[in-house]
C-alpha cells in the first residue's frame, strides 16, 4: 500500500531561506534564555522562577508569621498564573530557596524533607509545606505601594511584578548560578552586615575605591563555611573586573586519639559539595592507592558535619596529609566570580563590586521615590475626604436635607457647599452611626497629621540628599536585622593563607627509622635496621666482602658516586632488608659493566662535594647539583679512559690535601678549586708517573687528620704540615711518616 503525499494547506506557501530561519529563530531562543531564565536582575538579586514563586506565595498569604501550606498548592499557582514551565522545574527552584546548605538567606521556610548536604533530593511536593521567611517579605516589602512597574502574565490574565522593591541586597548575600546562550554567571554569596557597611561607606563616597570596599566586604560567605585561601590581591582583582574565582577548603582540627595517635576531624566541607559523593571519591581513591597518606575514611555526622579522616601512620604529618587531600580531593575547590547579571532588567553585563552596589542603591531610591509619590497620592485624596467632611459636620441639617429631598443631593450638595466630586461620594457614603463619631476636633487633628506628612514627602521628593539619608536608615536597619551577632547573620566562612611547599609523597610515606646501608665489592646493597657498629658478623655471598658501611635513615636519599662520573640516586626507603645479601646496585641504576662505585653517601642538599678523577683534575660541585631523578644518573665529572673518577669528598674548611698513588702528598688553599655545575674541572695535583689516590678539605686551625687501617685517628697540625704547604698543581712532597700504605685519609662521610 503506497503511502500518500503530504498535500500543503490552504493559503500561499513562502519560500524563505534556512540560514535566515535558524538564525532568527535561534536568536530570539537565546534572548529568552538570556532575559527570562539564566541572568538574575542586579536590582533584586532574582531570575523569574524565583520572583514568581515569592510574588504566589504572597498572593497566598504565606507570611513569615502565618501558616504553612503544601507545596504541591505553590507550585500550581505559580504554574497556572505565572510560570508556564514543568511542576518539576518550579518544585526545585522552591525546594532550593529553602535548603540553608544552598542558599546563605533562605527565602522559603520549609517543613518536611527538603534535601540534605549529602545530596539526597526533597520529599514530594505533595508531602513539604512551605512559608516566606522575613528576608523573602524584606524583598516583597512595599510591592502594594506602586513601587514597581507589573506587566501581564503569560496568558494576560493576571498582572506580574516585572521586578520586586528588594529593600534586603539579594544579588550578592545569596548570589546566583546560571548558564544562558554565550554568557553564564556565577555569583558567591556573601554576608549581609558586610554588604551593608559597604554600601552605607559608598552612599557616603559615591566614587570609594574597590580597596575601600573590600575592606568591609573582604570575600564570600558561603552557607556550608569553609576556609578561603585566595590571595588578597586576586580577591581584589575579581572584585575590580567582575571575573575570577576563589579557592575554598573544607575545615579542618586534628584530634589526638592517644598513644600518640590521632585523626583529621573535618567539620566544614566547600559549598555545593555533595558529603556522600566526597566520601565515595576518597574511598574510590584510597582503593585505588591514590592517597597513599591516608588510611581510612568515615562519616560520623549527625546535625553537624564530622568526617573523620584516619592516616596511614601516626608518623605522617597532618598537615602535610592535608594538602595532598586538597589536592586529591574537592575538599578544596574553587567557586569562580562572573557577575554578569540584567541591568534594569534588560542588559547583560559583566558588572564590578561597585557597580552592582551602586546599581541597587538606584534602585532602592526609585523604590523610595514611588513609594512616596504614591503615598502622597493617598494623603492627597484623604484631605480632600476630609475637607468635605468637615464642610458636611458644619452644616449637617442642611446636608441631612438635601439627601432626602432632592432628587440629585450629590450635584446639588457639589453646588451647594462648592464640593468635588470626590468629597461628594465621601459625603454620600457615610453611614449614619458615624455621623456620631464625626467630631470636628477629630477631623481637624488627623487633617493637620496628614498635611504635615504631606510636607515632609514633598521635601523629601525635591531633596536628593534627604532621600538618601533615608535609604541610608533602611540599610541600617536591615544590617542590625542580619548583624554578624545573630544566628543567622554571623560569618560562616573564614579566611587563611594556604601552606606554601611541596607536597612529597615518597618521603612523608617513608618513616624517619634508623638503617646501616651496606654496599658490597661486588655491588650488592641491603639496608639492615638499626645503626650496626659491629659488621663482622655480617655475611656475604662466596668470593664477596664489604665495600662502605654508611649509617642513614629510611628519609634519606643515597647518592652513588661511579668511577664513570656519574651520579646516581636512590631512595634509602626502598632498598630490600637485611635478611639476605641484598641485591645488585646495576638492578636499582643503569650503569655500564666496566665501571665501579666510588662512593655511597647519605644526600645533604646545603653541602658542596669535591669530584676527582685519577688523572688529577677536579672542582667543587653544589650537592643538590647531582641527585638524579632517573635511572641513567646524572653525569658531573667528566672523563677519559683510562682515567677514572677517584674521590668525592665533602667540602669544609679552607683548605685541601692531596695525596697520589706515588704517596706524595700536597696542600693548598680551597679558593683555588673552581665552583662548577658540570665539566673535567682544573688541575689539582700533577704526577708524572700514578695517579691521583684520595683527597681531604680541613680547616687550617684544626689541622689534617686521617685513619690508619685499625681505625686509628692521627694528626698533624698546621705547623707540622708547613713543609707539604704550596700552590694547586704542584707534585707535592712524600707523605708524613705513619702515614697509610692505602694512600687513603679514611672515610670523610
Known amino acids: 500500500m503506497s503511502e500518500k503525499p503530504i498535500l500543503p494547506g490552504p493559503g500561499p506557501i513562502e519560500g524563505i531561506e534556512l540560514k535566515t530561519a535558524l538564525e532568527e529563530r535561534y536568536l530570539a531562543y537565546a534572548l529568552s534564555t538570556i532575559m527570562h531564565r539564566a541572568l538574575p536582575d542586579v536590582r533584586d538579586g532574582l531570575k523569574p522562577v524565583h520572583r514568581r514563586i515569592l510574588y504566589a506565595m504572597r498572593e497566598l498569604r504565606l507570611d513569615p508569621t502565618g501558616s504553612y501550606l503544601k507545596c504541591a498548592k505553590i507550585v500550581g499557582e505559580v504554574m497556572g498564573d505565572f510560570h508556564p514551565h514543568g511542576n518539576q522545574a518550579i518544585y526545585d527552584a522552591l525546594a532550593r530557596l529553602a535548603q540553608d546548605f544552598a542558599v546563605r538567606y533562605p527565602l522559603v521556610d520549609g517543613q518536611g524533607n527538603f534535601g540534605n548536604i549529602d545530596g539526597d533530593n526533597p520529599a514530594a511536593e505533595r508531602y513539604t509545606e512551605a512559608r516566606m521567611t522575613d528576608v523573602a517579605a524584606d524583598i516583597l516589602e512595599g510591592i502594594d505601594e506602586d513601587t514597581v512597574d507589573f506587566r501581564p502574565n503569560y496568558d494576560g490574565r493576571v498582572q506580574e511584578p516585572v521586578v520586586l522593591p528588594a529593600a534586603f541586597p539579594n544579588l550578592l548575600a545569596n548570589g546566583s548560578a546560571g548558564i544562558a546562550v554565550g554568557m553564564a554567571t556565577n555569583i558567591p554569596p556573601h554576608n549581609v552586615d558586610e554588604l551593608c557597611a559597604g554600601l552605607l561607606h559608598l552612599i557616603k563616597h559615591p566614587n570609594a575605591t574597590i580597596e575601600k570596599l573590600v575592606e568591609m566586604i573582604p570575600g564570600p560567605d558561603f552557607p556550608t ?34 598513644r600518640g595517635g590521632y585523626q583529621i576531624v573535618i567539620t566544614e566541607i566547600p559549598y555545593q559539595v555533595q558529603k556522600a559523593k566526597l566520601i565515595e571519591k576518597i574511598a574510590e581513591l584510597i582503593t585505588e592507592k591514590k592517597l597513599p597518606l591516608l588510611g581510612d575514611v568515615r562519616d560520623e555526622s549527625a546535625e553537624e558535619v564530622r568526617l573523620i579522616l584516619e592516616p596511614k601512620s601516626r608518623t605522617v604529618d597532618p598537615v602535610l596529609l592535608m594538602e595532598s587531600m586538597f589536592r586529591s580531593t574537592e575538599l578544596e575547590v574553587r567557586f569562580g566570580l562572573n557577575m554578569n547579571v540584567l541591568s534594569g532588567g534588560q542588559i547583560p553585563n559583566v558588572l564590578s563590586l561597585r557597580e552592582v552596589l551602586s546599581q541597587w542603591l538606584e534602585h532602592r531610591i526609585e523604590v523610595l521615590v514611588r513609594r512616596s509619590q504614591h503615598r502622597l497620592k493617598k494623603i492627597e485624596h484623604r484631605l480632600e475626604v476630609l475637607d468635605g467632611y468637615l464642610i458636611a459636620y458644619l452644616n449637617i441639617d442642611e446636608v441631612i436635607r438635601i439627601v432626602r429631598h432632592e432628587d440629585d443631593p450629590k450635584a446639588r450638595l457639589m453646588a451647594k457647599f462648592k464640593l468635588s466630586d470626590v468629597q461628594a461620594d465621601a459625603i454620600l457614603n457615610l453611614r449614619l452611626r458615624s455621623l456620631s463619631k464625626l467630631e470636628e476636633i477629630e477631623i481637624k487633628a488627623e487633617h493637620d497629621k496628614l498635611s ?24 541600617k536597619q536591615t544590617r542590625e536585622r542580619y548583624s554578624k551577632k545573630t544566628v543567622l547573620g554571623r560569618r560562616r566562612t573564614t579566611f587563611a593563607d594556604a601552606p606554601d611547599f611541596e607536597v612529597d609523597l615518597d618521603a612523608a610515606l617513608a618513616e624517619k627509622e634508623p638503617i646501616t646501608v651496606i654496599l658490597s665489592e661486588k655491588g650488592w646493597i641491603r ?223
Open 225 to 258: 563555611g569553609g576556609v578561603i585561601v585566595e590571595p588578597r590581591e586576586a580577591i581584589l582583582e575579581a572584585y575590580k573586573t567582575g571575573r575570577g574565582g576563589f579557592r575554598l577548603r573544607a575545615k579542618w582540627s586534628k584530634e589526638d586519639t592517644g
Open 452 to 475: 504635615k506628612e504631606r510636607r515632609e514627602i514633598k521635601q523629601l521628593l525635591k531633596s536628593d540628599e534627604l532621600q538618601w539619608e533615608r535609604v541610608s536608615d533602611e540599610i
Open 527 to 749: 639496608a639492615l635496621k638499626g645503626h650496626q657498629d659491629d659488621l663482622a658478623k655480617i655475611d656475604f655471598k662466596q668470593g664477596d666482602a664489604l665495600k662502605t658501611a654508611l649509617q642513614a635513615y629510611t628519609t634519606d636519599k643515597l647518592i652513588l658516586f661511579a668511577t664513570n662520573g656519574r651520579f646516581f640516586t636512590l631512595e634509602a626507603s626502598q632498598l630490600p632488608g637485611g635478611r639476605g645479601h641484598g641485591e645488585p646496585v646495576r638492578l636499582m641504576v643503569d650503569m655500564e659493566e666496566n665501571h665501579d662505585f666510588v662512593e655511597i653517601f647519605a644526600h645533604d642538599p646545603a653541602r658542596k662535594l669535591l669530584v676527582a678523577s685519577s688523572g688529577g683534575y677536579g672542582f667543587i660541585v653544589p650537592e643538590e647539583e647531582v641527585v638524579a631523578s632517573t635511572r641513567k644518573g646524572k653525569q658531573i665529572l667528566n672523563v677519559s679512559e683510562p682515567e677514572e673518577a677517584a674521590v668525592c669528598v665533602p667540602v669544609e674548611g679552607d683548605h685541601v690535601a692531596t695525596i697520589g698513588e706515588n704517596r706524595k702528598m700536597l696542600v693548598f688553599k680551597l679558593d683555588e678549586v673552581n665552583e662548577m655545575s658540570r665539566g673535567k674541572g682544573v688541575i689539582l695535583q700533577r704526577f708524572k708517573d700514578g695517579a691521583l689516590s684520595d683527597v681531604r678539605c680541613f680547616k687550617k686551625s684544626d689541622g689534617l687528620t686521617w685513619l690508619d687501617s685499625a681505625g686509628r685517628e692521627f694528626s698533624l697540625s698546621w705547623s707540622e704540615l708547613k713543609e707539604w704547604v704550596g700552590e694547586r698543581a704542584q707534585a707535592g712532597r712524600m707523605a708524613p711518616k705513619g702515614f697509610p700504605r692505602s694512600n687513603k685519609f679514611g672515610s670523610a662521610f
